[in-house]
């Protein structure tokens, strides 16, 4: 069954300062990789989605990488802000399942 | 955007009672999801259904049982509940089942 880690399990740093989240999955038979944010009490927001056949997506700050045959995923954060502090939750997909991770609890200090 | 609903943010229930989480998304997926998430233990699949009356059990489906009458609503039942059913539930809904979107969450206290 795939597996889904995520470490470190919680990161803090210092505003501004640029970051890396790591996402290793088992199985390299997958499809896509969906990256997500979860704020304290709420629900999944989705952030980036890396397609099979795509290496990197980008958005805004954020860019994200997948390298399958290697089992692994990087989300950059770039001049973190405390408003990114969150939990962030990586989901590989190999259709119809989705395995998520247990995420990494970022907190940016002002 | 998708729109992905869930009919309670918080909700406390006794042991014992019947409990309906309510689903509704408005971009008409095929597919639909419900978990529950645990501290330490991530998101776990209870059932997802992918179709109008057609459910498939998921990772932890004892306990609970679902309904899908319309293409654009998911109710998830707790029959009986149970203090150990107190968690975090998240619906989600995918039309290609290659992403996910999903609800703002509803937290179920069973006392």
């Known amino acids: 069954k795939q597996e889904v880690t995520q470490i470190p399990a919680a990161l803090s740093v210092p505003e501004g300062e640029n970051l890396v989240l790591n996402c290793s999955f088992t199985?390299?038979?997958?499809?896509?990789l969906q990256w997500f944010r979860q704020d304290p009490g709420k629900g999944l927001t989705s952030l980036l989605l890396?397609?099979?056949?795509?290496r990197e997506q980008t958005s805004g700050r954020l860019n994200a990488s997948l390298d399958k045959s290697s089992g692994r995923s990087t989300l950059y954060i770039a001049a973190s802000q405390p408003g990114d502090s969150a939990t962030y939750l990586c989901a590989a997909n190999r259709p119809p399942q989705f395995y998520f991770g247990t995420g990494t609890s970022l907190t940016v200090i002002p | 955007d998708v729109k992905v609903t869930q009919s309670s943010r918080y909700l406390v229930k006794r042991t014992g009672e019947k409990v309906f989480l309510e689903c509704v998304q408005d971009m008409d997926h095929e597919n639909m999801f419900w978990y529950r998430q645990d501290p330490g233990l991530g998101l776990r699949l209870i059932y997802f259904?992918?179709?109008?009356?057609?459910?498939e059990k998921g990772d932890i489906p004892e306990g609970y049982s679902v309904s899908r009458e319309k293409k654009e609503r998911f109710s998830l039942i707790l029959e009986s509940a149970s203090t150990n059913q107190t968690s975090m539930y998240l619906c989600?809904?995918?039309?290609?089942?290659?992403?996910?979107?999903f609800g703002p969450g509803t937290r179920l206290t069973v006392t």
């Open positions: 989600a809904s995918s039309l290609t089942l290659l992403e996910q979107y």
């Open positions: 259904s992918y179709d109008v009356k057609m459910k």
């Open positions: 890396i397609q099979s056949s795509q």
């Open positions: 199985d390299s038979a997958i499809y896509n």
